[in-house]
């Protein structure tokens, strides 16, 4: 059964058996503080409805899904799939000004920040970006992405050392969003959030879309405006309806 789990700040719901987390704008701020001040390794994921499916054959990213300390849904879909299956609506967020309202809980109370995975050539002005804006977030570390695989190891170590609040994960990660739980045993504790596009946003190589044209369009059809190939995913997507039938009759 996919029963909801609900702490003081958090609803934890399952959509065609995957967890999201309900966050209101309200307590933003007071969940991020909760999350810091858990003293564990936690993750948070940011998801559209091809991550959800995605689940369907890649095992690690479901356990990834479903160790979260938050699952976040970018999509309309996601949020449709919830009433649909009678549960409480999540609130959908878009990536970069959630990671924007993150970074500022984190400043106000006076937490520290390790960016790792952005292009060599990016890095430094995801760094500086966030400088000018958040002057009270402390910065204690940064290594670009697409570096050798012989360097994990020292890139582990150095996070550890500099037990930064929160770790920032861009798109030259091995791994991607299992770059996390792939190190769960050698990581010491502190939250991580991977996300591609809002590190290209912020080291200003790609342009953030502005969140009306978001808001009108689903997302589906934002994603084949930048990314035609994607029709390929079609039948895929077909299966999330089906999904959803038989999740809600399971539950009847």
């Given at each position: 059964?996919?029963?909801?789990?609900?702490?003081?700040?958090?609803?934890?719901?399952?959509?065609?058996g995957?967890?999201?987390?309900?966050?209101?704008?309200?307590?933003?701020?007071?969940?991020?503080?909760?999350?810091?001040?858990r003293?564990?390794?936690?993750?948070?994921?940011?998801?559209?409805?091809?991550?959800?499916?995605?689940?369907?054959?890649?095992?690690?990213?479901?356990?990834?899904?479903?160790?979260?300390?938050?699952?976040?849904?970018?999509?309309?879909?996601?949020?449709?799939?919830?009433?649909?299956q009678?549960?409480?609506?999540?609130?959908?967020?878009?990536?970069?000004?959630?990671?924007?309202?993150?970074?500022?809980?984190?400043?106000?109370?006076?937490?520290?920040?390790?960016?790792?995975?952005?292009?060599?050539?990016?890095?430094?002005?995801?760094?500086?970006?966030?400088?000018?804006?958040?002057?009270?977030?402390?910065?204690?570390?940064?290594?670009?992405?697409?570096?050798?695989?012989?360097?994990?190891?020292?890139?582990?170590?150095a996070?550890?050392?500099a037990?930064?609040?929160?770790?920032?994960?861009?798109?030259?990660?091995?791994?991607?969003?299992?770059?996390?739980?792939?190190?769960?045993?050698?990581?010491?504790?502190?939250?991580?959030?991977?996300?591609?596009?809002?590190?290209?946003?912020?080291?200003?190589?790609?342009?953030?879309?502005?969140?009306?044209?978001?808001?009108?369009?689903?997302?589906?059809v934002?994603?084949?405006?930048t990314?035609?190939?994607?029709?390929?995913?079609?039948?895929?997507?077909?299966?999330?309806?089906?999904?959803?039938?038989?999740h809600?009759?399971?539950?009847?």
């Amino acid at each position: 059964m996919d029963n909801e789990e609900q702490t003081n700040l958090i609803t934890r719901i399952k959509v065609v058996g995957i967890p999201l987390h309900i966050v209101r704008e309200e307590n933003f701020e007071r969940v991020v503080e909760e999350l810091v001040a858990r003293d564990a390794l936690k993750q948070v994921m940011l998801v559209g409805l091809w991550d959800v499916l995605r689940t369907l054959w890649n095992r690690r990213l479901r356990d990834a899904m479903e160790r979260a300390a938050l699952v976040i849904p970018l999509s309309r879909a996601l949020v449709y799939g919830a009433k649909f299956q009678q549960k409480r609506l999540p609130s959908r967020y878009h990536a970069f000004p959630f990671v924007i309202r993150f970074l500022s809980a984190l400043e106000a109370h006076g937490r520290s920040l390790y960016l790792l995975g952005a292009p060599a050539s990016g890095i430094a002005v995801a760094e500086r970006n966030i400088r000018s804006t958040f002057p009270g977030l402390r910065i204690v570390g940064r290594y670009s992405g697409f570096y050798p695989a012989t360097r994990e190891s020292d890139i582990v170590t150095a996070i550890n050392k500099a037990a930064p609040d929160f770790v920032l994960l861009g798109s030259g990660l091995p791994g991607k969003e299992g770059w996390v739980r792939a190190h769960a045993a050698e990581l010491r504790g502190g939250l991580y959030l991977w996300h591609a596009q809002v590190f290209d946003v912020l080291a200003e190589r790609a342009s953030r879309r502005p969140e009306k044209v978001i808001e009108r369009l689903p997302g589906m059809v934002t994603a084949l405006i930048t990314h035609p190939w994607r029709i390929l995913r079609g039948p895929v997507y077909a299966l999330y309806p089906l999904l959803l039938i038989y999740h809600r009759l399971r539950n009847l």
